[in-house]
C-alpha cells in the first residue's frame, strides 16, 4: 500500500460531502467469506455458477441449489465483520450523506453499524417463493448443510411452490428500487470508494463508472488491479480490514470512530 496514497485519499474523503461506499465480496475476505473469483479460493473457481446460481439451475435441482445457498448463510452467520466493514459504519457515522452500496448477499455492514446499505445482488436473508414471491422466513434450528449438500428447500406458506433464495442469480435483473437508489447515489456523490469488487459483474459495475463520468473523484481499494483501474483517481493497494481504517484515520484523526 502507498501510504501518501492514503493520506491523499483521507484529504479527499475528509472534504466529501455525498459519499458512496462501493463493495464487493473482497470486502467480506477478512470476516473469512469467500470471494468468488480470486485464484484457488474464490467459490466460482470451486463450483459451477451455472449450477448453483442460475433460475434453469434451481428449477433442475432445488434441493442442490437450496443446500448450496443455506451452506453459503450458515458460513456468513458465523463470520463477523471486520475492521473494514466498521471504517465504512464510521465514515457513514461522520458524513450523514454516505450511501453504501454493496454486491454482497451477507449482512456484515449491517452487522458493523451500517444503517441501510443498498443490497444490489439481494441477500442470503431474505428467501421468497420462487412461484408468488411472497416473502418466507429466514430458516431457523435446520441441520446445518455440509459444503453443496442438498437440501429440500421449505414450501411457500401461501402458494406451496418451493423456497428460493433471495438472491440475484446470473440472468436476472437486479432488484430495480436498489439499483434506482444506486444509480441516484452515483450521480449525486462527490468521492466513491470502489472497495474489494473486480469490476466484472454488470450492471453493478457500471456505478463507479457512471460516478467518474459525472466528476466524482473514485478511490480504489483493492490488493489487485482490476479493470475500474482505469476510472480511479487513487488506487489503494491493500486488504479492506486494513486500509479503509487507516483511510478513516488519515481523514479524521485517531478520534474518528473505527
Ligand atoms: P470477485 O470475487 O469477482 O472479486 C473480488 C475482488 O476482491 C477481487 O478484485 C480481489 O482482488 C479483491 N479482494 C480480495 N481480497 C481482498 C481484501 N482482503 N480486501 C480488498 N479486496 C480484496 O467479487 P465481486 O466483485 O464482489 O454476484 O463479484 C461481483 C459479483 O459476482 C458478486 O456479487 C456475485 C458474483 O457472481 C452474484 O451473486 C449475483
Known amino acids: 500500500m502507498e501510504l501518501s496514497g492514503t493520506a491523499e485519499a483521507g484529504k479527499l474523503l475528509a472534504r466529501a460531502r455525498r459519499p458512496v461506499v ?9 470476516s ?16 459451477d455458477a451455472q449450477a448453483l446460481a442460475t433460475p434453469e439451475a434451481f428449477r433442475a435441482d432445488p434441493a442442490l441449489v437450496w443446500g448450496w445457498y443455506e451452506w453459503r448463510r450458515t458460513a456468513v452467520r458465523r463470520a463477523e465483520p471486520n475492521p473494514g466493514h466498521r471504517a465504512v459504519a464510521a465514515i457513514e457515522a461522520r458524513v450523514p450523506g454516505t450511501v453504501v452500496v454493496t454486491q454482497n448477499v451477507d ?20 428467501p421468497r417463493c420462487s412461484a408468488c414471491a411472497h416473502p418466507a422466513p429466514v430458516p431457523d434450528g435446520v441441520a446445518e448443510p455440509g459444503e453443496g449438500r ?10 406451496d411452490a418451493p423456497v428460493r433464495p433471495g438472491v440475484v442469480w446470473f440472468g436476472e435483473a437486479l432488484p430495480e428500487q436498489a439499483f434506482e437508489a444506486a444509480v441516484e447515489a452515483a450521480y ?16 453493478a459495475a457500471e456505478i463507479p463508472q457512471v460516478a467518474a463520468r459525472l466528476g ?21 493497494h491493500g486488504p479492506a480490514a486494513h486500509v479503509l481504517p487507516a483511510l478513516v484515520r488519515a481523514a479524521w484523526g485517531d478520534a474518528a470512530p473505527a
Open 107 to 126: 449482512d456484515l455492514h449491517e452487522r458493523a453499524g451500517s444503517a441501510a446499505p443498498v443490497h444490489l445482488h439481494g441477500s442470503l436473508f431474505a
Open 188 to 203: 449525486r456523490c462527490d468521492v466513491l470508494l470502489t472497495v474489494g469488487t473486480s469490476g466484472l459483474v454488470y450492471p
Open 22 to 30: 462501493f463493495t464487493g465480496a473482497g470486502m467480506s475476505a477478512e
Open 216 to 236: 466524482a473523484t473514485v478511490i480504489q481499494i483493492n490488493p489487485e488491479e482490476t479493470p475500474l483501474d482505469a476510472v480511479c483517481e487513487l488506487n489503494l
Open 32 to 47: 473469512g467469506v469467500p470471494t468468488f473469483r480470486d485464484a484457488l479460493t474464490g467459490l466460482w473457481e470451486q463450483f
Open 150 to 159: 442438498p437440501l429440500t428447500p421449505p414450501r411457500c406458506g401461501r402458494c
